[in-house]
């Protein structure tokens, strides 16, 4: 049965520790072991945040009879400890009170938008090169031309190479069908042929080249067959088969190369990305889908998007033009993913800061949003905005001044730590903001229209800098993913188009539309393809029959001959090809 503890003065515990060891004890002295002193306060000192465990038979040596004397130092005199009959079990003592030195912090608080911020001081934009197109903007540019800076030549050479190493392989083993060596001209007819599906759309591919009505395209079936063209595409490969094949014998390990069949083309386009343009000011990072339903290990599924299953890309891009700067294609986790987090990595890998140089705005969304990503962005000159999860570790927890059960619409909350401003607003929903660059709120105001009392009324409701900023700018990637959406084509780049916009708004001149830019450039590639400066005009047709259709009592239309003639309501199932008018074989009128 444990003995019952009893209550001492410390000179007992000197006693009782000096007779235990038969060793004479100077409390007086502490010139041995002094670096085993543990600094103490002695005002903020209290008896319950200190205990002394005390062994049954332990030698005392000196650092005991430091402990003892720094404990008398701390406690004085008249101090007293619970020591058990047993003995003493130990000679050093613990802290329970968790007392910290110093003042205490202050607790932070939300602040509302009648309490000043302070302005943060912005950075001066110093970029790399002048912004817009990097290349001579007074010379004239083609359409070709400026595709042919992100689709050179000595790479449709490769591509031509590569693919028709591909369709002898595949010949060799056994796929039957027709091939001729792929030479620029076929080439560059095919990319033609690309652009113009983008242009025109039909719901199958072989539409393209049925001669019945309403399909009686002449473009594609004039300049190449429809066997030649689905050749071309089935066989067409960028990389080359023996680096293929020294790829394929890395697969399970880290030297794998997942994009190593795309890579030729893709590091050419985010290199002439980078080259033909500097981006203006303000720029943001969004993810981008594209379509595809290869059966790859590397498509992803993201449900909130538009184009729901594909290559995922990180993007970056000029807020103001849209212009896809940088992009990355995501291929799974990385060494830097893990150790800093997806978004973070994502981010710091589409921002070479040597190239694009120093004073950027940045907009994110809350994917990549968090404060540790804004300091180092700030610490490298770089200003940083975008919307941020109340669930992120930084985030502040603080519920002190925060907003009321019902808070009206244009009511905000700030708080600032170091450079990081966190500002919340209530709009229709609650809106959280983190930025480097803003200050809390300034007093603009934008125009709502709010219901009060069963009628609409239009109404000025305050707004935080960083929301009315973040809506002006986040929109840059959209911008490029709409471009792409209104003439889409399996050739996904609107670059040309919009660096001539850019030349053209130099110039002062009023750009064409992006329906006449690609209808250029397809007749400018046909016009390369055969070697010669003006576009080949159309085979002249001769007058020759056609049937509208396989069914010859539902396709008739009302001859037009017979209508000039006076004679009414004579249906015919044929049209002249050349005139493409319906008429029918009567001998007598025609």
Known sequence: MASENKSCKTEDVLEIVSKDSEVELCVEDSSSDDEDLIQVDKENSSDSGYEILLPQRYAISGLLVNTLYLFVLVHGQSSSVEIPESGFCSFGYRVFSGRKSGPPEQEEMWHNKKEEDRNPEPFKFMPSRVPGPTFNKTASWSPLSLFQLFFSVPVVQTIIQNTNANAARRKAAGVKFQWTDLTVKDFYVFLAIIVFTGLV???????????????????????????????????????NLKDDEENQKKRNTPQYDRLFKIKLLYDQIVNACKANFQPYENICIDERMVASKARISVKQYMKAKPTKRGYKLFVLADSASGYTWNFSVYTGKSESSISHGLSYSAVLDLLPFSLLGRGYTLYLDHFYTSPALLQYLHKNCFGCCGTIKKTQSDFPRTEKNDFPKRAERGDMRWVRKDEVLF??????????????????????????????????????IPVPDAVLDYNKNIHGVDLSDAL????????????????????CRSQGQEPVTQKKFWEHLAVEMLSFAVGSAPAAPSPTLTCMPRYYGSDATQSRRYCRRCLDAGIPRVKTPIYCRACNVPLCLTVNVH
């Not at 049925?210 to 066997?227: A, D, G, I």
């Not at 603009?444 to 709010?450: C, G, H, L, P």
């Not at 792409?484 to 030349?503: A, D, N, P």
């Open 423 to 460: 500002v919340k607003s209530i709009e229709t929903r609650e809106i959280t903001m983190c930025s480097t660059v803003h200050r809390a709120f300034s007093g603009k105001t934008v125009q709502r229209r709010v219901k009060e009392a069963r009628v609409w009324s239009a109404k000025q």
């Open 201 to 239: 759309s039909v719901h199958h591919r072989a539409d393209y080249w049925k001669r019945e009505w309403p399909y009686n395209f002449h473009f594609p079936q004039e300049y190449m067959s429809r066997n030649r063209f689905e050749a071309i595409v089935w066989s067409l490969h960028l990389s």
């Open 484 to 503: 792409i959406g209104y003439y889409s084509v399996q050739q996904k780049t609107k670059k040309c188009f919009i660096l001539h916009k850019e030349i």
